[in-house]
């Protein structure tokens, strides 16, 4: 299984040349080769996260693609195709094993509603909460997508975070709004955290791959 991650929060799973693509939104380059994608998973409706466009780019070549959200995103998507999917759920869908967990956005101010999220374990082996920092009851996070940056958090939550978790490994995602230094400052926290119980850090970068 080889994980490839995009600008901000998406990221692309592949499994003998077959794709899940999971949050392609708004601060990500346009998607290309997207075909032989089995599934889309979409954490929560916020546009950084998913816009009509990139879902066209990849309906474009898989129209029997499969999308899983929450209810927010099959509210917001309304005219394409969202299974809606909740804490507990478990689908299969060609190679990938999806597990569903959590159910709302972290809190970003107590003006601001509070929408639908749901975080996705891939094959037992990648969790990715979306915007929340959702622990999988039960379960060995092998490999961690830990948020870096964004208007709902702070460092020091992020390092109770993977603290928490106790990641084999882990690597950045949502750090669109960094500056290199921030990046650099983020990666740092996230590595020490990381490797405090054992874990190795990977500092992808957009388009650079990891084998799991």
Do not use: C
Request: hydrophobic share 40%; net charge negative; no cysteine.
């Amino acid at each position: 299984m080889k994980l490839t991650k995009l600008e901000h929060a998406a990221l692309i799973v592949d499994v003998a040349g077959r794709k899940l693509y999971i949050d392609p939104g708004s601060f990500t380059t346009a998607l290309t080769d997207t075909a032989n994608t089995d599934a889309v998973v979409i954490t929560h409706e916020h546009p950084d996260h998913w816009t009509p466009e990139q879902l066209d780019r990849i309906l474009e070549f898989n129209p029997d693609v499969r999308i899983f959200g929450p209810a927010g995103v099959a509210a917001a998507a309304a005219g394409y195709p969202v299974t809606v999917v909740a804490a507990g759920d478990e689908v299969e869908v060609g190679p990938f094993r999806l597990r569903f967990f959590g159910q709302k956005h972290a809190v970003i101010h107590e003006s601001i509603p509070v929408i639908d999220n749901v975080g996705v374990l891939v094959n037992d082996e990648l969790y990715y909460a979306g915007d929340a920092f959702t622990i999988p009851s039960g379960v060995d996070v092998r490999t961690l997508a830990v948020p870096a940056n964004a208007p709902w958090l702070k460092i020091s939550e992020v390092i109770d975070y993977v603290l928490a978790l106790k990641p084999r490994r882990s690597f950045p995602t949502h750090e669109m709004l960094l500056s290199r230094a921030g990046k650099e400052l983020s990666n740092t926290r996230i590595r020490s955290a990381t490797e405090q119980n054992g874990g190795e850090f990977f500092p992808l970068e957009p388009d650079e791959s990891l084998d799991l």
